[in-house]
T-cell receptor, first 113, second 115 residues
Framework: TQLLEQSPQFLSIQEGENLTVYCNSSSVFSSLQWYRQEPGEGPVLLVTVVTGGEVKKLKRLTFQFGDARKDSSLHITAAQPGDTGLYLCAGVKSSGGYQKVTFGTGTKLQVIP | DTGVSQDPRHKITKRGQNVTFRCDPISEHNRLYWYRQTLGQGPEFLTYFQNEAQLEKSRLLSDRFSAERPKGSFSTLEIQRTEQGDSAMYLC?????????????FGPGTRLTVL
């Protein structure tokens, strides 16, 4: 079973602080995705990174894919209460003709006003 | 709203009862997936359909679980003789089947509580 470990598991910070979430695996993936999930809702895709070493920015969020395509990080600058939620990384591999998505263990973020 | 929909959103049942959940994917999507998510954890893959064909099942899908997609549109997930360990959020996702990206779009989930 492929396992993606996220750290930290929980994070509670003040509004305006910066934070980084890490996603690590021993497996190589064709791409890596980051999702955010709010209570009672399904995960919503934030970004997909495909190339080793790739960096993508989405407003205050910066995503990086490791050179070996086994790990990734999510950095949030000047966190806001609206960033509160469960952040999930997910490794993608081709399997039987479809893109199999394996989710990480999740990081629960709380941003306090 | 043309996103993935799931019904019911919440289900409370007694141990030993059977439950059935429904998922309606985005209309033009030919791929459909079921996942299970326990509190604070990431979703775990259960099964995958390409049109009406069930092409992959996880070891998590015990004999008490069955999924169907009879006409290649909506899907149902049935759990027979529910156990307390079945309590979880059951998520459905669909994708277009595009070879390049094949992004999965998730529904809001059905939260099952087994008493």
């Amino acid at each position: 079973t492929q396992l993606l470990e996220q750290s930290p598991q929980f994070l509670s910070i003040q509004e305006g602080e910066n934070l980084t979430v890490y996603c690590n695996s021993s497996s190589v993936f064709s791409s890596l995705q980051w999702y955010r999930q709010e209570p009672g809702e399904g995960p919503v895709l934030l970004v997909t990174v495909v190339t080793g070493g790739e960096v993508k920015k989405l407003k205050r969020l910066t995503f990086q894919f490791g050179d070996a395509r086994k790990d990734s990080s999510l950095h949030i600058t000047a966190a806001q209460p609206g960033d509160t939620g469960l952040y999930l990384c997910a490794g993608v591999k081709s399997s039987g003709g479809y893109q199999k998505v394996t989710f990480g263990t999740g990081t629960k973020l709380q941003v306090i006003p | 709203d043309t996103g993935v929909s799931q019904d019911p959103r919440h289900k409370i049942t007694k141990r030993g009862q059977n439950v059935t959940f429904r998922c309606d994917p985005i209309s033009e999507h030919n791929r459909l997936y079921w996942y299970r998510q326990t509190l604070g954890q990431g979703p775990e893959f259960l099964t995958y359909f390409q049109n009406e064909a069930q092409l992959e099942k996880s070891r998590l899908l015990s004999d008490r679980f069955s999924a169907e997609r009879p006409k290649g549109s909506f899907s149902t997930l049935e759990i027979q003789r529910t156990e307390q360990g079945d309590s979880a959020m059951y998520l459905c996702a669909s994708s277009l089947g595009d070879r390049v990206t094949d992004t999965q779009y998730f529904g809001p989930g059905t939260r099952l509580t087994v008493l």
